[in-house]
T-cell receptor, first 111, second 114 residues
Framework: GNSVTQMEGPVTLSEEAFLTINCTYT??????LFWYVQYPGEGLQLLLK?????DKGSNKGFEATYRKETTSFHLEKGSVQVSDSAVYFC??????????FGAGTTVTVRA | DGGITQSPKYLFRKEGQNVTLSCEQN?????MYWYRQDPGQGLRLIYY???????QKGDIAEGYSVSREKKESFPLTVTSAQKNPTAFYLC?????????????FGPGTRLLVL
């Protein structure tokens, strides 16, 4: 079945630092891949997605490129802000309804 | 505005009591889901429904029940059989475009036991 392996946190950064959160996947074919973000006390929001190999998803300064040669979908942001403090989830493809999200990566950005 | 609403934001349960969490969506999505999130942990799937009048157990269905009588509504009942119900509950719905499914989440309900 399809699955993802996400870098564990927590990650603590200073404002304007570069952020990378690693995510690798195992999948049949080339399904869509997703990053979600959860701000404190809120539900998950879809941050970005990529629907096919070599696609780049981007939103709010975050980017992730779907790389089939390394089976990766790493999340990056060049200059983080305090408001980026949240939990980030690399999401498995939804063609297996019994898959669940992992623990996510908690990111804290200090001023 | 289209979206997923969950109510209430906070819910308190007494011992031995059943409580129902509401989830409504006006996105015309066919599939809906319930997840449980515990502090420092990921989301665990409780139940999901792909179409009206049909639903399937997820990984942790024991002590929970659902119904799907309308496309836009997927309420979750936490029964007295659920011995550790304190958690953050997230409802989601999904749509398939181009053969790929994307899931969207509500704001969540925090359940606390008195």
């Amino acid at each position: 079945g399809n699955s993802v392996t996400q870098m564990e946190g927590p990650v603590t950064l200073s404002e304007e630092a570069f952020l990378t959160i690693n995510c690798t996947y195992t999948a049949t074919g080339y399904p869509s891949l997703f990053w979600y973000v959860q701000y404190p006390g809120e539900g998950l929001q879809l941050l970005l997605k990529a629907t096919k190999a070599d696609d780049k998803g981007s939103n709010k300064g975050f980017e992730a490129t779907y790389r089939k040669e390394t089976t990766s979908f790493h999340l990056e942001k060049g200059s983080v802000q305090v408001s980026d403090s949240a939990v980030y989830f690399c999401a498995p493809p939804l063609n297996d309804y019994k898959l669940s999200f992992g623990a996510g990566t908690t990111v804290t950005v200090r001023a | 505005d289209g979206g997923i609403t969950q109510s209430p934001k906070y819910l308190f349960r007494k011992e031995g009591q059943n409580v129902t969490l509401s989830c409504e969506q006006n996105l015309n999505h066919d599939a809906m889901y319930w997840y449980r999130q515990d502090p420092g942990q990921g989301l665990r799937l409780i139940y999901y429904s792909q179409i009206v009048n049909d639903f399937q157990k997820g990984d942790i269905a024991e002590g929970y029940s659902v119904s799907r009588e309308k496309k836009e509504s997927f309420p979750l009942t936490v029964t007295s059989a659920q011995k550790n119900p304190t958690a953050f509950y997230l409802c989601a719905s999904s749509i398939v475009t181009g053969g790929q499914e994307t899931q969207y989440f509500g704001p969540g309900t925090r359940l606390l036991v008195l």
